[in-house]
């Protein structure tokens, strides 16, 4: 079983930024894959960014792209979402999640989210 728990949502103006954490815990020798996705009030739940635990490999989803920064420290067994230029409609909560694969086909433990506010 692997444990996954984020933090460092919080509130913050439009173009400011935020860092979110993940920290995995658990059987973490499972994990090869870790996500981070968000979900808006009324809107259905959409990927945000990817990161292999080995490799370091990362995609973003379009919106994204060249203002959130996915990393990892092996050492701390966290993985990081840096996120800049934020903007209003990044307003959501934003939750972690760690595969057993890479490519991940799946996710396989979530954390409980943390939720991000972005005023304009």
């Known amino acids: 079983q692997v444990r996954v728990v984020e933090s460092g949502g919080g509130w913050v103006q439009a173009g400011g930024s935020l860092k979110l954490s993940c920290a995995i815990s658990?059987?973490?020798?499972?994990?090869?894959?870790l996500g981070w996705f968000r979900q808006a009030p009324g809107k259905e739940r959409e990927f945000v960014a990817r990161?292999?635990?080995?490799?370091?490999?990362?995609s973003y989803t379009d919106s994204v792209k060249g203002r959130f920064t996915i990393s990892r420290d092996n050492v701390k067994n966290t993985v990081y979402l840096e996120m800049n230029s934020l903007r209003p409609e990044d307003t959501a909560v934003y939750y972690c999640?760690?595969?057993?694969?890479?490519?991940?086909?799946?996710?396989?433990?979530w954390g409980q989210g943390t939720q991000v506010t972005v005023s304009s």
């Open positions: 990161i292999s635990w080995s490799s370091g490999d990362s």
């Open positions: 999640a760690a595969s057993t694969n890479w490519p991940p086909a799946r996710y396989d433990s």
């Open positions: 658990g059987r973490t020798f499972r994990t090869y894959g």
